[in-house]
């Protein structure tokens, strides 16, 4: 899909961070943009952002009824869903697999993959239907692709979305795509909206941080302590690691342009993903591979839809 202009994009989780800078750069693009989030303050923040025909629906993706009726109501303002953006997701709890509740579980998987296989299964049949293309990109992580130790549940539905992602581009049709989004550290609010989205599903309080609480004054006669010494001097752009959510935007935008299988943001992260492909291909036997195998077992042993994916050049920021 090449113009964009005209069509409509649907975006998840779209009232702030990366959600919000996507829809920030399809709308700069010229399509128009439905922003859906469970925060109705968020969504009504966001909205005045957007700089083209825009609705806002507040929707909770893993529900199945509620998104059905924001799909609609996305079709009647605006006719056709050509661009689905399944960006709303949570960090979910932290912690080894087998000490995180099962209450924890139940709700990271609910979020994180049921909320995407519900706008995979309700916004893609509507967009084979009117025939005129569309792309579906996904919002995985990093951590999809190198596990972060000591987050277990974020590390799986991540790497969950990866598969969902290459097993849709894998069955679309012709002039249908789908791309995986595994974005690297940009500045977001990820924690807050988590804890909101939380507070509004399981009906969990959002933490308050403590008031902050001076220290007393020194006792006559006795010294005041010493100032605590300043912050190590680093030579380090931190533009450049915690990233603009708009850059992330326009990468996708990019990525849908050309048709991308996956849309990676952190160049850093390429040796330690090599680190684990060369792993995986090291575990294979070293037995002489049969022939006949592939004759019986083709589909089984590789996939076309990795070839389609070309080398992405350098990002040029606008």
Same mark, same amino acid.
């Given at each position: 899909m090449i113009e964009l202009k005209g069509k409509t994009a649907f975006v998840t989780g779209g009232a702030s961070g990366i959600g919000?800078?996507?829809?920030?750069?399809?709308?700069?693009?010229?399509?128009n943009i439905v922003i859906a989030d469970l925060r109705q303050n968020a969504i009504d923040e966001a909205l005045p952002q957007i700089d083209a025909p825009k609705l806002g629906i507040k929707l909770d993706t893993s529900n199945r009824e509620q998104y059905k009726a924001a799909a609609d109501e996305a079709e009647a303002k605006f006719g056709k869903i050509h661009i689905l953006i399944n960006n709303a997701g949570i960090g979910g709890a932290s912690g080894p697999l087998?000490?995180?509740?099962?209450e924890d579980t139940d709700f990271a998987l609910r979020v994180n993959i049921v909320g995407i296989l519900n706008g995979i299964q309700e916004v893609v049949p509507r967009m084979l239907a009117h025939g005129e293309g569309g792309y579906v990109v996904s919002t995985a992580s990093k951590a999809g692709l190198i596990p972060v130790p000591g987050c277990g549940l974020y590390n799986l539905t991540k790497a969950a979305v990866i598969a969902i992602t290459e097993t849709l581009a894998s069955d679309l049709p012709e002039g249908y795509g789908a791309g995986v989004l595994c974005p690297g550290p940009f500045t977001t609010n990820l924690g807050m909206s988590g804890q909101e989205v939380e507070a509004e599903l399981r009906g969990k309080p959002i933490p308050q941080m403590p008031a902050f609480t001076p220290p007393p004054p020194p006792a006559d006669g006795e010294a005041a302590p010493p100032p605590p010494p300043p912050p190590p001097q680093m030579d380090i752009d931190f533009s450049r690691i915690m990233r603009n959510p708009l850059e992330a935007g326009e990468r996708v935008v990019r990525a849908i342009k050309r048709g991308d299988?996956? @849309? +990676?943001?952190?160049?850093?992260?390429?040796?330690?993903?090599?680190?684990?492909?060369?792993? @995986? +291909?090291?575990a294979f036997p070293d037995d002489e591979p049969y022939d006949g195998f592939a004759k019986v077992f083709g589909i089984l042993v590789n996939n076309p839809v990795f070839d389609k994916q070309t080398q992405v050049p350098a990002y040029e920021k606008k």
């Open positions: 919000l800078g996507i829809a920030k750069a399809l709308a700069a693009e010229g399509a087998w000490a995180v509740s099962p299988l996956y @849309i +990676l943001t952190h160049a850093e992260f390429k040796p330690g993903y090599q680190q684990r492909a060369d792993a @995986i +291909l090291r």
